[in-house]
């Protein structure tokens, strides 16, 4: 059997014996054939054959650490933070919120349009529905673990695609480790780090000016960790409303506590790279810039790779636009770090040209202000944009990809 279609099975924790010796293993190195839960490995696109092959052709044992990895990950005990849930499930109830990414009931939503007799219909925006987030009222009172596999690049996910700490901002708002740990001597400082990464506000700033900027909105700290829906809702304003809130009430209980060094925390603490794809080609190419760019090169403010894009682009617009190019004087105003992160993110994944265009064009279209008859046209300009500027910022990152 092809390794790839090897099945990813749930590690027993059982304690009886007998049952576990007729378990399958966290991965089955043997194979069996097995109908249900299965997952592969390595993702893969059906007629990937290459993958396959290669997978196939390599010995089992030099991938035992691609195994022990996913099996850590997979062993580790999630639960529900049922205040959250219930918050999101009242909001949800109260005909939702599109600013707070909550769904309506059905309820509220529109009636379908009718369809003629002999006429397909082809609606010009498709209905979202975003049930998946209250997947979790299944696990309210339950500890779960999420099983993962990776991609072919070695990126790893977690198998449940709807539910998981990889999801949107309300879903990873309700989830926490199920095992605590104690803050110690700087748990509490970088929640409070967390907290501020999370409202978007200092972005710019270093991790000593986001700590004390956090202790300065204290107050409003605690009023949205004690009065949600009926406080002032500080934190409603942040980039990711319902993590903020979540953190805002685990700091809350932290510093109310008796020592906060020994509060037992279970909220994760997300920390990611600076587009983690060209970090590893700026160190490949030894591209000085790029790696400045990228967070490779020590600094005491955070250096941002979107917004140096972004800004680069901008400069070339204004050129364009005194030069009386149409479609830069009425790009004028609308080219942020938004508009370019996506193409940015994925152009050392191969995104073409075609592609990185398709990206803009949607980021386009969420703008209010823009003329929709202008924005597949401005999409094309900016791609092209983009891509001469990524190559005048990561000079020899472009040369070796």
Same mark, same amino acid.
């Given at each position: 059997m092809p390794i790839t279609n090897i099945a990813l099975q749930y590690i027993s924790t059982s304690q009886n014996k007998t049952k576990q010796k007729d378990k399958l293993s966290a991965v089955d190195m043997v194979g069996h054939e097995r109908k249900d839960n299965v997952a592969k490995v390595m993702r893969s696109r059906d007629g990937a054959l290459q993958h396959e092959v290669m997978l196939e052709k390599t010995h089992p044992g030099n991938l035992y650490p691609v195994y022990d990895s996913l099996n850590q990950?997979?062993?580790?005990?999630?639960?529900?933070?049922?205040?959250?849930?219930?918050?999101?499930?009242?909001?949800?109830?109260?005909?939702?919120?599109?600013?707070?990414?909550?769904?309506?009931? @059905?309820?509220?939503?529109?009636?379908?349009?009718?369809?003629?007799?002999?006429?397909?219909?082809?609606?010009?925006?498709?209905?979202?529905?975003?049930?998946?987030?209250? +997947?979790?009222? =299944?696990?309210?009172?339950?500890?779960?673990?999420?099983?993962?596999?990776?991609?072919?690049?070695?990126?790893?996910?977690p198998c449940p695609p709807h539910f998981n700490h990889l999801g949107n901002d309300p879903m990873r708002s309700i989830l926490l480790f199920a095992r605590g740990r104690a803050l110690g001597e700087d748990g509490l400082k970088w929640l409070k780090i967390h907290l501020v990464n999370l409202t978007g506000f200092k972005k710019r700033n270093s991790l000593q000016e986001r700590l004390e900027y956090a202790d300065t909105i204290m107050d409003d700290i605690l009023d949205s960790a004690d009065n949600p829906t009926t406080g002032n809702k500080w934190w409603q304003t942040a980039d990711e409303p319902w993590q903020t809130l979540s953190c805002c009430m685990e700091v809350a209980k932290a510093v109310r506590s008796p020592d906060p060094t020994k509060f037992i925390s279970h909220l994760p603490v997300h920390q990611d790279g600076s587009c983690n794809g060209l970090q590893h080609y700026a160190a490949l190419g030894r591209d000085v810039i790029g790696a400045q760019q990228v967070n490779l090169h020590p600094f005491d403010v955070p250096q941002d790779v979107y917004s140096g894009v972004a800004q680069k682009v901008e400069e070339a617009r204004?050129?364009?636009?005194?030069? =009386?190019?149409?479609?830069?004087?009425?790009?004028?105003?609308?080219?942020?770090?938004?508009? @370019?992160?996506?193409?940015?993110? +994925?152009?050392?994944?191969?995104? +073409?040209?075609?592609? =990185?265009?398709?990206?803009?064009?949607?980021?386009?279209?969420?703008?209010?202000?823009?003329?929709?008859?202008? @924005?597949?046209?401005? =999409?094309?300009?900016?791609?092209?944009?983009?891509?001469?500027?990524?190559?005048?910022?990561?000079?020899?990152?472009?040369?070796?990809?």
């Amino acid at each position: 059997m092809p390794i790839t279609n090897i099945a990813l099975q749930y590690i027993s924790t059982s304690q009886n014996k007998t049952k576990q010796k007729d378990k399958l293993s966290a991965v089955d190195m043997v194979g069996h054939e097995r109908k249900d839960n299965v997952a592969k490995v390595m993702r893969s696109r059906d007629g990937a054959l290459q993958h396959e092959v290669m997978l196939e052709k390599t010995h089992p044992g030099n991938l035992y650490p691609v195994y022990d990895s996913l099996n850590q990950l997979g062993a580790v005990p999630w639960q529900i933070n049922q205040r959250m849930l219930d918050l999101i499930i009242q909001v949800f109830r109260d005909k939702g919120s599109e600013e707070l990414d909550v769904p309506q009931p @059905v309820s509220e939503c529109p009636e379908p349009p009718k369809l003629s007799e002999n006429r397909a219909l082809r609606p010009q925006q498709p209905i979202r529905i975003k049930s998946t987030e209250f +997947t979790s009222i =299944g696990f309210r009172d339950e500890t779960f673990w999420f099983p993962h596999n990776m991609d072919f690049r070695g990126r790893v996910y977690p198998c449940p695609p709807h539910f998981n700490h990889l999801g949107n901002d309300p879903m990873r708002s309700i989830l926490l480790f199920a095992r605590g740990r104690a803050l110690g001597e700087d748990g509490l400082k970088w929640l409070k780090i967390h907290l501020v990464n999370l409202t978007g506000f200092k972005k710019r700033n270093s991790l000593q000016e986001r700590l004390e900027y956090a202790d300065t909105i204290m107050d409003d700290i605690l009023d949205s960790a004690d009065n949600p829906t009926t406080g002032n809702k500080w934190w409603q304003t942040a980039d990711e409303p319902w993590q903020t809130l979540s953190c805002c009430m685990e700091v809350a209980k932290a510093v109310r506590s008796p020592d906060p060094t020994k509060f037992i925390s279970h909220l994760p603490v997300h920390q990611d790279g600076s587009c983690n794809g060209l970090q590893h080609y700026a160190a490949l190419g030894r591209d000085v810039i790029g790696a400045q760019q990228v967070n490779l090169h020590p600094f005491d403010v955070p250096q941002d790779v979107y917004s140096g894009v972004a800004q680069k682009v901008e400069e070339a617009r204004a050129i364009d636009a005194a030069n =009386g190019l149409k479609i830069a004087i009425e790009l004028e105003g609308f080219v942020n770090r938004k508009i @370019v992160k996506q193409t940015v993110m +994925t152009v050392v994944y191969g995104v +073409t040209k075609y592609g =990185g265009h398709r990206q803009i064009v949607k980021q386009l279209k969420d703008l209010p202000d823009f003329p929709g008859n202008r @924005v597949w046209a401005a =999409g094309g300009y900016l791609v092209t944009k983009v891509f001469q500027s990524l190559g005048e910022m990561f000079t020899k990152t472009r040369e070796i990809q």
